[in-house]
């Protein structure tokens, strides 16, 4: 999920009620709510170590304990307070859990069982940036101030309406959540239940649509070709015939080799749908260029998450790299 909806649940949950004996409160949660994203800094290592190490240990629950110990630290030493540690903690705790909660729920996945397994869990339910998520937010952030200047104009002495505010957005999100895990569902029961050029689907993906909770991303690996469909749900059919077909290439030595490069095996472990490409290169002498893209971002066409290989004729590998979309050597 997007740094901004961490740091406005974040918010919420301090003025939802877990502000109550924690000096700072707000601080303390927007900082645990958003603490597991220093991993961003990965990234400064280039694609490929930031492919290995964004949502890495940070992002697991055997980290979480001493992870949510970082905030409190800060806001201790910036706010030059004494803090109450065991309910501050606490406090961080929740924020930092938050976080996972959120990015659990999308594509990308969580890795929470580090280091101890490096499997990946996503909820395939919201995307990153979710615009009724960002509305909610946007209400629940504005409307207080809206009230506070209208009971100012009136002369009115009431209570700041931020915690009403805030539990509706945290209620929000709850319910929203659990409506598109039964519509994600109900997506992926479609797609399964199909066949696809007379076989039958080894996998399936319903990927979230960022405007309506009814349009998914359908994505359908059979022994041939990757499928990509539009599903309605509120139209109630689907016709498997109406999809892109992006068909896997036959086999060849070339695959085998660029998948045994340290730059594939990194890629694979973090793919779960990758589509294979092999075309030759004359420059600067005969060779084959390998690609893998994750089909959950993009297509071919517009890749999102490419790992590439360059072999001589006999399958050596001369160079590999990743990249996001088609950027990186050539």
Known sequence: MDNLTHAATGLFLSRAGLDRGVPHAALLLVLAANIPDVDV??????PLAYLNYHRYLTHALPLLPLLALVPVLLVRLFSRQPVPWMRAYAVSVAGVASHLALDFTNIYGIRLLLPFSGRWFRGDLTSVIDLWIWAVCL?????????????TEIGARRPAPGRGFAIFALVFLALYTGGRS????????VLDARVYDGAAPELVAALPNPFNPWRWRGL??????????EIDLAAGDFDPAQ???????DPDPALAAAARTPVFRDFLRFSEFPLWRVTPVWEPAPATRVEAM???FGSPAAPGFVATAILDQAARPLRAWFSFGMAGPR
């Not at 800094?41 to 280039?46: E, F, N, P, T, V």
């Not at 209400?139 to 009971?151: I, Q, S």
């Not at 039964?182 to 029961?189: D, N, Q, Y």
Request: avoid cysteine; charged fraction near 15%; hydrophobic fraction near 50%.
């Open 41 to 46: 800094a990965a990234l400064a290592g280039g």
């Open 139 to 151: 209400v629940a952030l504005g409307g207080p101030v809206l009230v506070r200047l209208v009971n």
């Open 182 to 189: 039964l519509l994600h569902s109900r997506a992926v029961a």
């Open 220 to 229: 359908v690996e059979t022994p041939a070709f990757y499928g990509v469909y």
């Open 243 to 249: 999809g892109r077909r992006f068909y896997k290439p």
């Open 294 to 296: 994750d089909m959950r």
